[in-house]
């Protein structure tokens, strides 16, 4: 699966999705890096059939408007350490990754994997 790690996400989940056998990019790997428009963002990961991972709700209201981008990962954790981060991503990425195969909406807390029908 392909994904793409928006701007308020630390780039170090991109090495957590590789090295889980996924192709993975930060938008600092964009030529506007982290400046890059949303639009964008969704439009690259439209044109590239990647998941579009954030914190950003402005992302959640566009998919609920106009259902792009085509899939969506939302990390609902608040602040929190990046290793905190990635204490709660390891454990349920192969989760995440199954539950992508059927839906278009997810929503990770720091307690559980919310799927959004």
Same mark, same amino acid.
């Given at each position: 699966?392909?994904?793409?790690?928006?701007?308020?996400?630390?780039?170090?989940?991109?090495?957590?999705?590789?090295?889980?056998?996924?192709?993975a990019?930060?938008?600092l790997?964009?030529?506007?890096?982290?400046?890059t428009?949303?639009?964008?963002i969704?439009d690259?990961a439209?044109?590239?059939q990647?998941?579009?991972?954030?914190?950003d709700?402005d992302?959640?209201?566009?998919?609920?408007?106009?259902?792009?981008?085509?899939?969506? %990962?939302?990390?609902?954790?608040?602040?929190?350490s990046?290793?905190?981060?990635?204490?709660?991503?390891?454990?349920?990425?192969?989760?995440?990754?199954?539950?992508?195969? %059927?839906?278009?909406?997810?929503e990770?807390?720091?307690q559980a994997?919310?799927?959004?029908?």
């Open positions: 699966m392909k994904f793409i790690i928006d701007a308020q996400l630390p780039r170090k989940l991109v090495f957590l999705f590789r090295n889980a056998g996924h192709d990019i930060h938008t790997d964009l030529p506007q890096k982290n400046t428009p949303d639009i964008e969704i690259i439209e044109q590239q990647r998941v579009v991972v954030t914190k709700a992302f959640v209201e566009t998919f609920i408007l106009t259902q792009r981008p085509a899939k969506l %990962v939302v990390i609902a954790t608040g602040n929190i990046n290793f905190e981060l990635e204490k709660i991503l390891i454990p349920v990425l192969p989760a995440i990754i199954a539950a992508l195969e %059927v839906n278009s909406y997810l990770v807390t720091r994997l919310i799927i959004h029908a």
